[in-house]
């Protein structure tokens, strides 16, 4: 652990070396693999924990999936997985079916998409792509992941308790969730939730503010900010954006855990439950959704501007052409990053809030339309003239701006307040945020983890069955949620244990059947998924320095694990890291470190 | 049956195993880098990018075909044949550009797919392209903006409808209430501590103009063609009252008053006679002869749409829409809420 400390930051001249091999052979177990400080283990540990969160709250999906397709049908793989309890017989339980889509809504977007994504990515990255020995903190960073995993750990062991884990929708909208009186997973479960959530926040400014950090301070010499790869404008956007809107969460945590347990009245007023009326007034559930929505929107920015930046880099190397418009796609992120702030109002069109209000939301709102379609225009263009190699990586980039046009143009109908009406809270909302943000994200996710699995765990993996993922992952997504758009056209609210109460419902069984079946199947590709990445992590091939010949610095260090990344001095850069096909030269690809030719321009930092 | 899982998995995990240990070791033999992408992978997947692309439209058009019908029907408020006007102009836009952008980016896929003797062509941006597609966008956008907002301010203005029935819909875990003016057309006020068995929505015993007040259940009518301005109140935690027929939502919050006004314009009958309504029905019916339930008519509905606990998904209530004069001899009939208040 010690080693953190022998971080010379003042490096970048480059004339000392460290003997780094001497210093990896006095580590203990634990400061190597448990409390690691080293940028890349905290990666991998971001990575195997979101791995098996998603597991878990995709097996989630599936049983409630199950219950929607076929109400009433028993299931002895319910039962098997959740017992007698909540799946007495092997029939869901209405109480468990609430809490299953809630804690598969909180991990998948804060666990897995938020901390997984934005912590396996920036941590692997930042350090490897700005050129830096590790990140600004080490110790900071150590801290973070294991905030992130007591979080983790509160949030499961929340499904094991005797009143299941919260169930009021992963908003947990008050008084619903105030109220132990309303449903049984607003009790202890409801605690264990806004617990887990706070020490996530907590992981999350920790992990962001030393991103910040890292990007804007150490990056190496020629490392201007205008050389920088995408990914790292993408991460270094995210991060603000998580520093500025994760406090607020905490805010509207807390005032939520007064009116729990101190009785306060913040969220509460005029409430007649359980059969007496509270003494709680003058407090309104509309504060906490502007409290909620004010990070709530931000933080799907925060899950699909990482995404976006893998992508950007993906594209580009396997196209083996710059990205088109480089500056107009930093310029895009900023606008997004920047609106993403004053947007949150379109989740509460028809909360109560004033209207005039709504119509300001409504304008800012389709606003962020511009921004997205120059992002998606560019990466179609960088494919134009392109030479595409399509490596599972590359297959998952084109299935993420494929997601995030077709999830995209839904949203400019969810944007007017005047449409929202009629589909707010439906199955159309459902289909348009899992694809342009689930499934774009997750795309992203993978794509990164196909690209970078080399530096990850320093061999390859395999090719073939990453085709048969993409391929299958691909089509039972859309299978699952395109369907889902004719629901709520409808008028199928979201959140509903059956539809099978309302006759006007009955003709849609055969969209629920369908859905439900390639989600299923969806899940059993992801199996092979789970094969091939615990597979290659012991067996795969091991990996050249520079299989995908691509230009970022991260492909200049060795393939192996060792501190402070680069043996000897840091590298030194003089181009953008988008040089592919130049004219001119000899190869198709001129990494950053190569000096810029006689009179030739460089397309980065003017 | 447990056992035999447990073998099944053995054997499995062994075959696996033999599976990966016959795969290394014909790759020492062979030595190639699996993990290298051919001009062949890359021919292959263009073509499936192609393909993918194709079978994403023809499967659009096949959902379209298919599903379509089981869309709620026409809007049955006045305000509501202006959403749907605008929805399908919106939508058709959202599709056409939907095509597009996807048709390019799998287009380009295929053709683009790498060969071994291509090199890329070197462009790193172009302004007037950019330009271009900045500028269409925010022109598209301008336009669905400034209909949108004209509708939206219409449609919750204050109703200043002389003529305009007050309506309140009180909800509670799990089921609506409805409450009309009576006589005097005043709510009477309300006072959450005084709700107890015989005053479920919490009349104000004290307010007169309560004394009138006619409170229903499950069932609620409403006269074709007057404006009817609904006030929504929740006994405990936020409902949504979703009336998808008549185009109008709006959220239940405890402590406030929030409002939706609209004009329904098709009675319940009307709606029973309309040829998109039979073939729906239908269809509905159809389905339901399939599971052996009885057949039913058409209804407007209301149900919730904001997660409230267990039985959300079954908090509903039926709406009548009928000719004023059906509606005044329905409503003769209601008993005032007087006679609950003073058991």
Request: net charge neutral.
């Amino acid at each position: 652990m010690a080693n953190a400390h022998s971080i010379d930051l003042s490096e970048h001249a480059g004339h000392h070396e460290h003997d780094h091999a001497h210093e990896e052979h006095h580590q203990s177990f634990v400061a190597k693999y448990v409390f690691s400080q080293d940028h890349k283990m905290i990666s991998r540990q971001f990575l195997l924990t979101a791995v098996v969160m998603a597991v878990i709250a995709m097996t989630m999906s599936i049983i409630f999936r199950m219950q929607l397709a076929w109400p009433g049908e028993k299931f002895a793989f319910i039962n098997a997985m959740l017992g007698d309890k909540w799946g007495k017989d092997g029939i869901l339980d209405p109480n468990m079916y609430l809490a299953l889509v809630t804690i598969h809504g909180t991990i998948m977007v804060f666990f897995v998409l938020t901390g997984g994504l934005s912590g396996t990515f920036a941590n692997l990255l930042i350090p490897f792509q700005v050129g830096a020995r590790d990140m600004a903190s080490g110790f900071l960073n150590m801290l973070s992941y294991w905030f992130f995993f007591v979080s983790s750990v509160i949030m499961l062991s929340s499904l094991f308790i005797d009143d299941g884990p919260a169930s009021g929708g992963w908003t947990i909208y008050p008084p619903l969730s105030a109220l132990p009186e309303a449903m049984p997973g607003s009790k202890l479960g409801m605690t264990m939730w806004l617990i887990s959530m706070t020490l996530f926040v907590v992981s999350s400014l920790l992990g962001g503010i030393n991103y910040i950090v890292t990007i804007i301070n150490l990056r190496t010499k020629g490392m201007k900010m205008t050389r920088m790869p995408l990914t790292m404008w993408a991460i270094l956007i995210t991060a603000i954006l998580g520093v500025l809107s994760f406090p607020v969460l905490v805010s509207c945590v807390v005032l939520l855990i007064c009116d729990r347990s101190l009785g306060t009245s913040f969220y509460l007023s005029d409430i007649y439950i359980g059969g007496r009326a509270l003494d709680n007034v003058g407090g309104s559930p509309v504060l906490f959704e502007h409290l909620f929505w004010f990070l709530g929107h931000p933080e799907v920015y925060i899950v699909i501007l990482p995404a976006l930046g893998i992508t950007s880099e993906i594209i580009a190397t396997n196209s083996r052409k710059p990205i088109f418009g480089y500056r107009a796609m930093i310029g895009s992120m900023l606008a997004i990053g920047f609106l993403s702030f004053i947007v949150w109002g379109h989740h509460m069109f028809i909360t109560g809030m004033n209207p005039f209000l709504g119509s300001v939301f409504v304008f800012t709102t389709l606003l962020i339309a511009i921004p997205s379609a120059v992002k998606a225009f560019n990466y179609i263009t960088t494919l134009w003239k392109g030479n595409i190699q399509y490596t599972p990586a590359m297959l998952f980039s084109i299935g993420l701006v494929s997601s995030f046009v077709t999830g995209g143009v839904t949203g400019i109908i969810l944007a007017d307040s005047t449409l929202d009406i009629n589909v707010h809270d439906t199955y159309f909302v459902v289909a348009h945020f899992h694809i342009v943000m689930g499934l774009s994200a997750i795309f992203g996710m993978f794509a990164g983890v196909y690209h970078w699995f080399p530096k990850l765990f320093l061999r390859m993996m395999n090719k073939k069955l990453g085709y048969f993922h993409f391929w299958t992952t691909f089509v039972c997504a859309y299978g699952v949620f395109f369907p889902m758009h004719f629901l709520g056209l409808a008028g199928v609210p979201r959140r509903y244990y059956t539809n099978s109460n309302f006759p006007m419902f009955d003709n849609l069984v055969d969209i629920n059947e369908i859905v439900t079946v390639f989600a299923i199947l969806g899940a059993l590709s992801q199996v092979i998924f789970l094969f091939n990445f615990f597979y290659s992590i012991f067996k795969g091939e091991k990996s050249p320095q520079n299989p995908w010949n691509s230009n970022t610095l991260e492909w200049t260090t060795p393939m192996a694990n060792i501190h402070g990344n680069w043996p000897g001095a840091l590298p030194v850069v003089h181009r953008w890291a988008y040089d592919y096909s130049k004219p001119g030269a000899e190869r198709d690809f001129i990494p950053q470190t190569v000096p810029l030719a006689e009179g030739e321009h460089d397309n980065g930092g003017h | 049956m447990k056992l035999l899982i447990l073998i099944g998995l053995v054997l499995l995990i062994i075959a696996v195993h033999q599976l990966m240990r016959v795969v290394e070791l014909s790759r020492q033999f062979k030595n190639t880098k699996e993990w290298n992408v051919t001009e062949s992978d890359n021919t292959f997947n263009g073509k499936l990018m192609l393909s993918f692309g194709i079978l994403f439209f023809v499967l659009l058009l096949w959902q379209i075909d298919r599903w379509e019908d089981n869309s709620l029907p026409g809007a049955a408020s006045v305000h509501g044949l202006n959403i749907d006007s605008l929805w399908n102009v919106n939508m058709w836009i959202i599709t056409i550009a939907s095509i597009l952008t996807n048709g390019a980016l799998f287009y380009f896929a295929y053709k683009y797919s790498g060969k071994d003797k291509t090199k890329a062509t070197f462009l790193a941006h172009d302004n007037r392209l950019e330009m271009a597609w900045t500028i269409v966008p925010a022109v598209v956008l301008a336009g669905i903006i400034i209909f949108g907002l004209k509708f939206w301010n219409e449609i919750t203005d204050r109703s200043t409808d002389p003529n305009k029935i007050t309506i309140e819909l009180y909800a509670k875990q799990f089921d609506w209430s409805v409450r009309y003016a009576g006589q005097d057309k005043t709510l009477g006020l309300t006072d959450y501590r005084q709700i107890d068995g015989g005053n479920s929505v919490g009349m104000d015993t004290l307010d007169a103009n309560g004394y009138d007040d006619i409170i229903v259940k499950n069932e609620f009518h409403i006269p074709v063609n007057r404006e009817i301005e609904f006030k929504m109140r929740s006994r405990d935690v936020i409902h949504s009252a979703f009336m998808p027929h008549f185009r109008a939502q709006m959220n239940c919050v405890p402590g406030m008053i929030t409002e939706f006004k609209f004009t329904p314009n098709k009675t319940t009958a009307d709606m029973r006679k309309d040829p998109y309504v039979i073939q729906l029905m239908k269809g509905i019916n159809d389905a339901r002869a399939k599971d052996n339930k009885e057949a039913v008519e058409f209804d407007y509905i209301l149900l919730c749409n904001k997660i409230c606990g267990a039985s959300h998904y079954n908090m509903q209530m039926t709406i009548i829409v009928e000719s004023e004069k059906d509606y005044n001899t329905w409503i003769a009939k209601q008993k005032v809420v007087k006679t609950l208040a003073s058991k």
